[in-house]
């Protein structure tokens, strides 16, 4: 599987963008796909994630202000970030987990993801 990221950029404070992840590969109907970032000396942490039944999960630190969807027909997972804060600015991951389900913001079965993007940098300046 392979995940491809675009989107990324810089943005000021109060300002919007969207990512977007293009899997190709071996997929299956059943899934969990999310979005993840890192901060430069921070762990990555999870953003959002989204089922292939379209169930919808959000870290607290993004709800309301970030919407995770899905196009099924194009095999594309989005990020739409809106009212952003500095405190965003890092390197955005998309990841997925086949054959399996989300519990929260990550897969369940022991939470990990297992096919990852090369990553997109967003920038929030104040």
């Known amino acids: 599987v392979q995940l491809v990221e675009s989107g990324g950029g810089s943005v000021q404070a109060g300002g919007s963008l969207k990512l977007s992840c293009v899997a190709r590969?071996?997929?299956?109907?059943?899934?969990?796909m999310g979005w993840l970032r890192q901060s430069p000396g921070q762990g990555r942490e999870g953003v959002a994630a989204?089922?292939?039944?379209?169930?919808?999960s959000y870290a607290d630190s993004v709800q309301g202000r970030f919407t995770i969807s899905q196009d099924k027909a194009k095999n594309t997972l989005y990020l739409e970030m809106n009212n952003m804060k500095p405190e965003d600015t890092a390197m955005y991951y998309c990841?997925?987990?086949?054959?399996?389900?989300?519990?929260?913001?990550?897969?369940?079965?022991?939470?990990?993801?297992?096919?990852w993007g090369q990553g997109t940098q967003v920038t929030v300046s104040s």
């Open positions: 990841a997925a987990k086949y054959l399996s389900y989300c519990s929260g913001i990550y897969p369940m079965d022991g939470g990990r993801f297992a096919d």
């Open positions: 989204i089922g292939s039944d379209g169930t919808a």
């Open positions: 590969g071996n997929l299956f109907s059943s899934y969990c």
